[in-house]
Nanobody
Framework: QFEVVASGGGSVRAGGSLRLSCTAS????????VGWFRRAPGKEREGVSC???????YYDDSVKGRFSISRDNAKNIVYLQMDGLTPEDTARYYC??????????????????????????WGQGTQVTVSS
């Protein structure tokens, strides 16, 4: 059984930046598909950004040009750099891992809509709060 943990959240003013980290135990993140998801109160879970095992990436339209996903294989970490934050980005952010997804977009969209395909759970996530 593996575990992924999201960290790095915080409270910032609009226009600020944060970098989230997704770390894993029992899993090599560079060999699987990894995604960042968020859920705000009263809203459905969204797939924010995903990176496939082949390195291809996907971004939801709401974050394109502002967020950047990357992977440090040596440290076994997947980052989500978030710039130009707005109050609409306020949510609890989670990272998730899977394998065999045909694309990063499928990883993001189907995982957000259907949930995880394994029993690992979403973990506690990390809160991002952006004030105006």
């Amino acid at each position: 059984q593996f575990e992924v943990v999201a960290s790095g959240g915080g409270s910032v003013r609009a226009g600020g930046s944060l970098r989230l980290s997704c770390t894993a135990s029992g899993l090599t993140l560079g060999r699987v598909d990894v995604g960042w998801f968020r859920r705000a109160p009263g809203k459905e879970r969204e797939g924010v950004s995903c990176i496939n095992s082949d390195g291809s990436t996907y971004y939801d339209d709401s974050v394109k040009g502002r967020f950047s996903i990357s992977r440090d294989n040596a440290k076994n970490i997947v980052y989500l750099q978030m710039d130009g934050l707005t109050p609409e980005d306020t949510a609890r952010y989670y990272c998730a891992a899977d394998h065999g997804r045909p694309s990063a977009q499928v990883m993001c969209e189907e995982t957000a809509r259907l949930g995880l395909r394994h029993s690992g759970g979403w973990g506690q996530g990390t809160q991002v709060t952006v004030s105006s």
